[in-house]
């Protein structure tokens, strides 16, 4: 446990509210904050004991009543001897307080700072460091329990138990070379395989649950599509429950694509709305369109909306058929829109997923469920999954599976120990670049940079 020199920030949004948080940590960091606090003498306090009192500028003029709450080295969140200032919440009066502090010689701490002395101190791991970001920055509750899964150590168990089998086969193999003049076989070859074989299985089963991680971390990036006023606009206001994107009668009368967050069952979506797809001679509407083309070719779920008030036309078809072949893998769902005046005509060559009225309010909560079933499909999710939702994570999981495997390889070659031993420690090393027990600045400077001042 290493103590550093103090560091002070605000550790509670800035703006005006009932209180402010100022977090003060580091060497000697309750003695500095004791040179400007009035009332009870800290430095002779227990740790986790709040006190009464005024800070006071250089001059003995009180700046702010405030609480001082002491925690002592280790038992703190940063490990080390630290002091949360409660002031009365307001921009002008948090920021006196806080340069009272800083004019006590303690630094202004930088973003992540206080987390990642956190990390450094050995307080938390580097992946549940790095929940502690996801938590702050959650936008939906399934996020936030993907964020305290991983702020539980759940990932670092698993990678934990992954590397103390890596960690047992390497003491064998190397054991083995130790004695190579002697002709004695410390690791068993067949025993060996079948551990890197399962190794290489529960890898894989971490790694397939990424792409799931990332839209429950990220969102589900949901683009509505289709010809103009085939009724995009009116259906995004009518999901999240707000005029957020302008509706008229004139076609093309969206231009730009507009994003809006909607949340349902606890999954983000981030909505599209789109400028209608038709050929224009109008400079603005067709930057829109190609706008319109970007954000299909970058959604995680397309949803194309046709207008039943209006026969399909043969270029309609070949267009829905066209966008339906370019979805690719990215789920596709086509929506017939204005239900409440559709046209009375049956047309086979048309397979809807569900014919909807927005202004009605019908058929709305089957298109919401709909939505998430098709963006989760194939997908491995349920509510006690542990998920991959980092990048970081997955390229280092990647890395070690290509290691494991080529250790496999190396087996089934005959190859001697030595190279074994190459690809196990290159294994250790990219899996624990996940829990931090390896590490570099690069890493830490990148993940960290992150957070918010004050976390």
């Not at 409660?86 to 930088?110: D, F, Y």
Request: charged share 30%; hydrophobic share 40%; aromatic share 6%.
């Amino acid at each position: 446990m290493t103590e550093r020199k103090p560091i002070a920030a605000i550790a509670t949004p800035v703006g005006e509210g009932g209180i402010a948080v100022i977090r003060v940590s580091g060497k000697n960091a309750i003695e500095k904050v004791n040179e400007a606090f009035r009332g009870a003498d800290l430095i002779e306090k227990e740790s986790h004991t709040v006190h009464f009192g005024k800070i006071t500028d250089a001059q003995g003029d009180v700046v702010d009543e405030v609480l001082a709450t002491l925690f002592h080295a280790p038992r703190s969140y940063t490990g080390e001897e630290t002091v949360e200032i409660s002031c009365h919440g307001g921009v002008l009066v948090t920021q006196a307080v806080l340069e009272t502090i800083l004019a006590l010689g303690i630094q202004p701490a930088e973003a992540g700072e206080f987390t990642q002395r956190a990390f450094l101190n050995g307080k938390m791991e580097l992946s549940q460091a790095e929940a502690v970001a996801d938590l702050i920055h959650a936008k939906s509750a399934k996020a936030l329990d993907s964020a305290h899964q991983q702020l539980e150590g759940r990932l670092g168990e698993h990678i934990r138990e992954f590397r103390q089998q890596i960690i047992d086969a390497t003491a064998m193999v190397e054991l083995e070379l130790d004695f190579v003049e002697e002709d004695v076989e410390f690791a068993n070859r067949e025993q060996l395989r079948e551990l890197l074989a399962e190794l290489e299985e529960e890898i894989d089963k971490l790694l397939a649950t990424y792409e799931t991680g990332r839209l429950v971390k990220h969102g589900v990036r949901t683009v509505f599509i289709g010809l103009p006023n085939a009724g995009k606009s009116t259906l995004l206001n009518t999901l999240v429950g707000k005029d957020r994107a302008i509706v008229t009668e004139i076609a093309g009368t969206t231009r730009d694509t507009i994003d809006v967050d909607w949340s349902y069952e606890g999954l983000r979506f981030i909505l599209t709305d789109t400028a209608g797809l038709r050929e224009t001679e109008d400079v603005v509407e067709a930057e829109g369109v190609k706008r319109s083309q970007k954000a299909f070719r970058e959604a995680d779920l397309a949803v194309y909306l046709k207008d039943l008030s209006r026969e399909p036309t043969a270029a309609e078809r070949k267009d829905i058929a066209r966008f339906q072949k370019a979805a690719g893998d990215t789920p596709f769902v086509l929506i017939g829109t204005k239900k409440d005046i559709a046209l009375d005509l049956e047309d086979e060559r048309m397979d809807y997923d569900l014919k909807i009225s927005a202004l009605e309010d019908e058929k709305i909560a089957e298109l919401k469920k709909l939505m998430k079933q098709r963006a989760l499909e194939n997908k491995h999710y349920d509510a006690s999954s542990l998920l991959v939702t980092s990048s970081r994570h997955r390229d280092a999981l990647q890395k070690a599976r290509q290691n494991v495997q080529s250790a496999l390889q190396a087996l089934d070659q005959g190859m001697t120990g030595d190279f074994l031993s190459i690809d196990l420690r290159s294994a250790l090393k990219d899996l624990g670049t996940i829990t931090g027990e390896i590490t570099n600045e690069d890493i830490l400077d990148s993940i960290f940079s992150r957070f918010c001042i004050g976390k």
